[in-house]
């Protein structure tokens, strides 16, 4: 009867532990989505939901948005001054503005707004582009400023005079672990808050992310596209697309594929700004060749 209690209690425990991770990771429905209308003061209407907001982790992630932009709708152009903010879309394609330059980019595609900097988004086709936004601030506080510009009909330049994001499968590269694919589209320098890096990556069905912990950074994944499970602090949870898992700092997380390649957006976000300043240091972190021996280098 021991031994029973025993496994009973063991049980109990193992399933508590799942239940506690599967209660902070959140799915992308869009039926569960709000419909708003002249976001600010943008054409039309989008639907939009939270996945993370400022209390999914301890570091200063405000939010993370998901949704779509309907035909012929977008978000307003306005300024952020303690925050950084990056629209991103998974499909088709948005005029993107910047500080008043705009240009037409093709998912899957972002436009990071760095700190005292403006930015708009525009859907111009006849059909929904799937959406999201990532927000990240000095503090827990979150600013905004409208200008009142729908960008509707907006002089655009052929080539974006501002920073972009692709995450582009053709551009992943095989690392150290047989299976995994991962690159950093964007990296520290690009960010002026603690915000520290975007990274892609791809898991092949059956393979294995090895665990690792950083102790002065928190991540947040999001499933792009497949199915596989995380493992955090020894917790172990089913995942697929649409899905959006926190991980705070110095938590121990791995990834395995699943019936289908798991293809995730890593957010990575420092504890405070000696943390990030401390990453941005570190010349490995910035692209995957170092990239002052490469200016350097004798021809």
């Known amino acids: ?86 629209f991103v879309i998974f499909d088709d394609e948005a005029e993107f503005t910047v500080n008043g330059r705009t240009s037409t980019l093709k998912g899957t595609v972002g436009a990071p707004d760095r700190m005292g900097s403006s930015h708009a988004i525009y859907n111009a086709t006849d059909h929904d582009v799937e959406w999201m936004n990532i927000n990240v601030g000095t503090s827990k506080v979150y600013d905004a400023f409208n200008l009142g510009d729908d960008r509707v009909g907006a002089p655009q330049d052929r080539v974006p005079q501002f920073v972009t994001m692709h995450l582009d499968k053709a551009l992943l590269k095989p690392g150290a672990t047989p299976g995994v694919m991962r690159r950093r589209a964007l990296s520290p320098s690009v960010f002026y808050t603690a915000w520290s890096y975007v990274d892609h990556e ?3 069905p059956g393979a ?17 596209s497949g199915d596989g499970s995380v493992t955090v602090n020894g917790e172990t949870v089913v995942i ?54 490469v200016l350097n280098k004798p021809r």
């Open 208 to 224: 294995i992310v090895p665990q690792t912990a950083t102790p002065e950074m928190s991540e947040a994944y999001y499933v792009i």
């Open 240 to 293: 697929k697309k649409g899905d959006a898992i926190p991980v705070e700092p110095g938590q121990a997380k791995s990834f395995k594929g699943g019936s289908a390649p798991l293809e995730l957006m890593i957010i990575g976000v420092a504890k405070d700004m000696a943390a990030k300043n401390a990453f941005a240091a570190d010349a490995a972190n910035e692209t995957p060749e170092r990239l002052l021996a």
């Open 202 to 204: 791809l898991v092949a």
């Open 1 to 86: 009867m021991k031994n029973l209690a025993l496994t009973a209690a063991l049980l109990l425990t193992a399933t508590g532990a799942q239940a506690q991770l599967a209660s902070k990771i959140t799915h992308y429905d869009v039926s569960k989505t709000a419909n708003l209308k002249a976001v600010h003061d943008g054409a039309g209407t989008m639907n939009f939901g939270p996945l993370m907001t400022d209390k999914s982790m301890s570091t200063n992630l405000l939010f993370l948005h998901r949704g779509v932009l309907h035909p012929h709708s977008g978000i307003g152009q306005h300024f952020h001054n303690h925050c950084e903010e990056m």
